[in-house]
């Protein structure tokens, strides 16, 4: 029985070439994955994969890890349960919390950058609907609006919002600020230019400002003794939680206060993840997708020469989760001259900007084909006219499901005959937990893929380096 159940996320490798023809030409030579070579690779795997479980019992121990191994963020591999039992609390908190802040308002800023916003990003996109902040109170659940910055420094973006802010005084707003060590630039310029729109709009109010903004910090960061200072209530501040890298933390704190604002089910999410650990500690090589998942990858970059990763989402809904997975996937494996480049793509979109490349350009890529079987909402389908100049009453009563699947399964083949290899991953439905079983499912692929090339993937040297000049810059 595959630990993944139909139920919930499956991951198919039918496409993947894991054959290789028996013409053996050129081409084909460049192309596939042997099975011969899945065999032996997999007892590697199974050693890496046990020593990423056994690196948790060492933080679990409070143990310091040798040096080579610094730093250690590990301990997102067994939060999701921790935070269905052990620290079931924290977990309450949040909802609770998230809940009574979400009554009073019309609209939330979301504060943060990489990982403290793109996991939230992708939950928003993925499992709200589609237009969200255009509905009605009541359309959304009672739920507020819900708007990203502090990702960037782009004044016009930044001015723009809070003209729209300004612009409605009767409805009140809240700041969701979102950073790990509380220093990171962008966030914190972002969180000074909004706390003094706040600050204008609460006292016209005449409310606190401090009751109206959550934050996510480790604990007597800069940005939580700032916080204190804003008045911010003890129980609006969540701390980051110990040895989680902020591209791993999207099933803590940093994801599940803005999911719970937005009325998602939080358990949900953490009994998806569950169900990855679970489905991580099969040994059975037909039963453990992740570190199969991990063999592909590997093998094709390694043996064919696949080193971009295209991470082809099969609708709109699912392309944050992509650009989510390009800073998990760069931010760890890119160091020591190493690492795939990840690429997001969205079809059919971008069959009409990138199909050209990727089916007659370079044989440097594996294709990752991420969709669902069934749509969320209603389906949709062609209608059928007495005139038929753009030549569409023969698919008339077909839905744009249909569509898109012909259109999925087309690609593929053409890939196919080129001997483009592919792999999908298949969530029957978007939804919270098939979406919490995907983050911890790419988040376990990206750490074991790392010791198995040799590198720490826990840890971001390389990033350091600009926000030293850009620090250097703008002190002159």
């Not at 916080?227 to 591209?247: I, K, T, Y």
């Not at 609708?315 to 690429?343: F, H, I």
Request: aromatic share 6%; proline share 4%.
């Amino acid at each position: 029985m595959n630990p993944l159940d139909k139920s919930r996320l499956l991951l198919r490798y039918e496409s993947a070439g894991v054959e290789v023809n028996q013409k053996n030409t050129p081409v084909e030579r460049e192309s596939g994955v042997l099975v011969e070579d899945l065999k032996w690779l997999w007892p590697r795997l199974l050693a890496c994969r046990d020593e990423v479980l056994a690196e948790v019992e060492l933080k679990k121990r409070s143990e310091e890890p040798p040096e080579h191994k610094k730093p250690l963020d590990s301990r997102f591999i067994d939060l999701p349960e921790r935070l269905l039992s052990s620290e079931k609390a924290v977990l309450d908190g949040i909802r609770t919390t998230a809940d009574e802040f979400a009554k009073g308002l019309e609209r939330v800023v979301v504060l943060g950058i990489g990982g403290s916003y793109m996991g939230t990003r992708a939950l928003f996109e993925a499992c709200c609907h589609p237009y969200h902040n255009e509905l009605s109170r009541s359309q959304r659940g009672n739920r507020p609006r819900l708007y990203f910055e502090g990702n960037n420094v782009d004044n016009d973006a930044v001015f723009g919002l809070l003209e729209l802010l300004r612009s409605e005084p009767a409805a009140d707003w809240g700041i969701v600020v979102i950073s790990k060590s509380g220093s990171t630039l962008e966030t914190a310029v972002a969180f000074r230019i909004f706390v003094e729109a706040l600050k204008e709009h609460c006292q016209n109010r005449q409310v606190k400002t401090g009751d109206r903004i959550l934050a996510v910090s480790q604990e007597n960061s800069r940005l939580w003794r700032l916080c204190r200072q804003l008045g911010v209530p003890e129980n609006h501040m969540f701390a980051f939680p110990e040895d989680v890298g902020g591209r791993f933390s999207v099933l803590s704190a940093v994801g599940l206060v803005p999911a719970a604002i937005l009325g998602l089910n939080v358990e949900e999410l953490l009994q998806g993840a569950c169900a990855a650990n679970r489905a991580f500690s099969v040994n059975d090589i037909n039963n453990n997708p992740i570190l199969r998942y991990v063999a592909i990858c590997h093998l094709m970059e390694s043996r064919r020469g696949a080193s971009i990763r295209v991470l082809s989402t099969w609708g709109k809904r699912l392309e944050a989760v992509g650009l989510w997975y390009d800073q998990l996937l760069s931010e760890s494996l890119g160091k020591n001259g190493q690492g795939a480049t990840p690429l997001t793509v969205v079809n059919t979109r971008d069959l009409h900007s990138r199909g050209q490349q990727h089916q007659e350009g370079r044989r440097d890529k594996l294709f990752t084909n991420l969709w669902a079987e069934r749509p969320s909402l209603p389906t949709v389908a062609i209608p059928k006219w007495e005139f038929d100049d753009d030549q569409l009453n023969k698919i008339a009563g077909k839905s744009l499901s249909d569509v898109l699947q012909a259109a999925r399964q087309g690609t593929t083949r053409a890939y196919a005959e080129d001997l483009r290899r592919s792999a999908e991953i298949i969530l029957p439905q978007i939804e919270e937990r098939t979406l919490g079983e995907l983050f911890q499912f790419l988040m376990l692929a990206t750490v074991v893929e790392g010791r198995l090339i040799g590198i720490n993937p826990y840890g971001q040297p390389g990033v350091e380096a600009y926000k030293r000049h850009m620090q250097q810059l703008l002190n002159q």
